[in-house]
């Protein structure tokens, strides 16, 4: 996921100014269970599902989906199949075509209701009729109005972290791995999509069908519904879009392919055969999200010049980081997301050149830093590895997993250099490919492919599990931010000659940064007056 770090200039104009039901079924007794994932109800060790089918429909004016979720089932030895539930109303549980017991647990305020069912009754094959909740956390529901064209309803379903079993009943753990297949029936003339293999036209009867053939955890099955274009770059690539915002959208991201060349280049092949954009209506509340084979991204990207193009380096490369090698637990974010970070900026890097890749490391730092004064030196949130028993896992989407990820594997970079790093990055990505892992085994890892004295030295250790940033944390230059740093007096006396265009999004975002507490209301004004900071704009 892209924490959308650049909403727009005038928000950060804005701030300067400012300055200055589920029912039990009682056929079967209560039962327990321990899981190394403690935002999941589902045992790791116990019966897993392996692959799941969905035969649903989709209705606008209901505000719900419904249908059936058939669970292919590996029973592992044990008596009991432990299921994430949050709001769905469950009408029944067959296998066999026979009824099966089943209880549901009182719902708790981050994680939903346990699903406990005997494994005995189940003949490999939990079939599951249910509908969901109109207040369904993942589905996001949009008038005709909240959309670009006015004239059609949308949705999209956003999993991360623990909201897919908000649509599904599923094992809702990032430590377990399923294929699905779907059919989904949605009103004529939308076009329906999913992180699965997609069709590029409406379908007339409003029928769809989905294969995803790659084993990927629950909160990465996405679904998007609504009147829906498609332009291609490639034979494996594209973007998708409302029809009035389909042009720009495909001229901002037109540098997708070259980005994919770039990441093969640096870590191996892309193995998830497509990789295709979807451009969400601007309610979506992230700047992207990895859902393999179709990155979903806000259309407050699309700035124009192609200067947020990051964030689709940033999805992109989590098709290695987070798709293909998945944290075990939430606990384990920053192995999703602080590698994904620097997979990003070396694929920004050899696209757009390193004094670009570092003016959004230098941002990143920055935005790590403001948390930490946020935070305090010493608080728990400052850490890699996390203890978020009892806590919403959303709480751990801070800058940390990101920045402090990122600023550790630079660290690894710098001390053993950078062939060295890419080749541990392959063989990680080799090794661990669709499967799952932790930050002990990761450690582990790494002390099995670098010299322990010299990881000792740098303080892993210390990286790892300890709060704060450590002495040894990298600091970065960009001579395009030098350029910034010599004009700014020229800009608040009004005697720069710089036009808006001679400069990227990044360098102004840096600027207005940088005079927040400097500038006066007349020197604002001004500014504003001359570069237009706070007219919004939408390119269509």
């Known amino acids: 996921m892209y924490k959308q770090k650049f909403f727009s200039l005038l928000i950060i104009v804005s701030m300067i100014f400012s300055c200055k039901m589920d029912q039990p079924n009682s056929n079967l007794t209560n039962e327990t269970t321990s899981s190394d994932d403690v935002h999941s109800y589902s045992d790791i060790s116990s019966a897993r ?135 989904i029936k949605v009103p004529q003339g939308l076009l329906a999509l999913m992180s699965a293999e997609n069709p590029q036209s409406v379908s007339p009867d409003g029928n769809y069908d989905f294969k995803m053939d790659q084993a990927i955890p629950a909160y990465l099955i996405a679904l998007a519904v609504g009147n829906i274009a498609f332009h291609p770059y490639d034979n494996r690539s594209g973007v998708y879009a409302e029809p009035e915002q389909l042009n720009a959208a495909a001229r901002e991201f037109d540098e997708t392919p070259a980005m994919i060349r770039a990441a093969e280049a640096l870590y191996g092949p892309y193995v998830w055969k497509r990789y295709d954009l979807l451009i969400l209506p601007p309610a979506f509340p992230f700047g992207g999200m990895e859902n393999p084979r179709l990155t979903f991204a806000t259309p407050t990207v699309i700035a124009g010049d192609k200067s947020l193009s990051p964030l689709v380096a940033h999805e992109l490369a989590h098709s290695w980081s987070g798709n293909l090698v998945t944290n075990a637990t939430w606990n ?109 085994q990761f450690e582990k890892y790494l002390y099995s492919q670098f010299d322990p004295a010299k990881l000792d030295e740098i303080h892993v250790r210390q990286w790892l ?76």
């Open 49 to 183: 599902m392996t692959h799941l089918n969905l035969d649903l429909k989709v209705d606008f004016a209901k505000k719900e989906i419904s249908g059936t979720a058939s669970l292919a089932i590996s029973k592992n030895g044990s008596d009991t199949l432990f299921l994430d539930s949050n709001g769905l109303f469950i009408e029944s549980m067959k296998s066999g075509g026979k009824e099966v017991p089943y209880i549901i647990s009182p719902s708790d305020l981050y994680l939903g209701s346990k699903i406990a069912v005997p494994v005995a009754d189940i003949k490999d094959t939990l079939d599951i009729k249910y509908h969901t909740s109109p207040d369904a956390a993942a589905l996001q529901w949009l008038d005709p109005q909240q959309t670009f064209g006015k004239k059609h309803p949308f949705l999209y379903t956003q999993g991360q972290a623990i909201l897919t079993r908000t649509w599904i009943p599923i094992q809702d753990s990032p430590g377990i791995r399923f294929t699905y297949n779907a059919h």
């Open 332 to 440: 384990d974010f920053w192995l999703n997301e602080g590698f994904t970070v620097y997979i990003e900026r070396r694929i920004v890097e050899k696209v757009k050149g390193k004094d670009y890749s570092d003016m959004n490391s230098i941002i990143g730092r920055n935005d790590l830093e403001s948390d930490f004064k946020d935070f305090g030196k010493g608080g728990k949130e400052t850490k890699l590895f996390l203890d978020l028993k009892g806590h919403n896992p959303d709480d751990a989407m801070t800058n940390v997993p990101y920045e402090k990820g990122y600023l550790f594997l630079v660290l690894l970079e710098r001390t053993f250099g950078r062939d060295r790093l890419d080749h541990f990055l392959k063989t990680y990505f080799e090794k661990y490919k669709f499967k799952t892992i932790t930050t002990q």
């Open 465 to 540: 599990y300890q709060p704060g940033l450590p002495d040894n944390s990298p600091v970065f230059h960009s001579k395009l931010f030098d350029v910034v740093d010599h004009e700014e007096t020229a800009l608040l006396n009004g005697t720069s000659s710089v036009q808006y265009n001679d400069w990227d999004f990044n360098q102004w975002l840096y600027f207005l940064r940088n005079i927040k507490y400097k500038a006066s209301l007349d020197q604002l004004n001004r500014l504003n007056e001359k570069y237009g900071f706070i007219k919004l704009k939408f390119n269509k």
